[in-house]
Structure formats: C-alpha cells, structure tokens
C-alpha cells in the first residue's frame, strides 16, 4: 500500500493562492491514478482535480477549471495542486487519494480511491 502526507494549507484572503504537496511512501507512486478532493463538515468528499498514473488525463470540478491546476512527479513521489484566485467556498479540509486500480480510467468518485492522506485545512477568507 502507499502512505500519502499532505501539506500547503492555510489561511489566505480571497483572491490569493495556495500550493497543495502530497507526498507518497510505499508502494510505487507511478501505480496508482491521484486526485485532490475536498470535504465541509457535514458534506460528502468530492472530488477537485484527478490526474492519472501517466499524467496525461487530467480532470477538473467545473468551479476549480481555470483556478487550479493538478500536477504529478513520478520521479519525486509528489503530487501537487496550485490553487489561483480562491474563494471563500473553497474552504474545506483537502484530501489527496491514491486509486489502485488496473484500469485505464480516472476514478471520477471517493470511492473509486483506496488510500487517503489525512487532510490539510484551506481556509479563504472574504
């Protein structure tokens, strides 16, 4: 298995912007398809942005298009998230998961994902 670690968070206004790290352990990084999701107290997690184990798909929630970008490094073990022009309802503890899936698809859904690091708050005040 893999043992994910984020970091990056914090408080910034609204307008500013944040990176987000995922560093990872185990396994090898490179198996498995990533994503940032995100969680509000009582919402369910959903998903920001996902990329795959090559790196070539990437996804997007429509709100984070233009906004931010998901990156990996394979060599580095790092998957990475930077996050332009933030608002206030992007405020959530972020996530970063790990899908150990054979398939070629990019996991659109929390429970397509397997492992999961144990969250950094993003807080963006107005």
């Known amino acids: 298995q893999v043992q994910l670690v984020e970091s990056g968070g914090g408080l910034v206004p609204a307008g500013g912007s944040l990176r987000l790290s995922c560093v990872a352990s185990g396994r090898a990084f490179s198996r498995y398809h990533m994503a940032w999701f995100r969680q509000v107290p009582g919402m369910e997690r959903e998903l920001v942005a996902g990329v795959s184990r090559s790196g070539v798909t990437l996804y997007y929630q429509a709100s984070a298009k233009g906004r931010f970008a998901i990156s990996r490094d394979n060599t580095k073990n790092l998957l990475s998230l930077q996050m332009n022009s933030l608002r206030p309802e992007d405020t959530a503890v972020y996530y970063c998961?790990?899908?150990?899936?054979?398939?070629?698809?990019?996991?659109?859904?929390?429970?397509?994902?397997?492992?999961w690091g144990q969250g950094t708050q993003v807080t963006v005040s107005s």
């Open positions: 998961g790990a899908d150990d899936t054979t398939s070629a698809d990019l996991g659109l859904h929390r429970y397509d994902y397997d492992f």
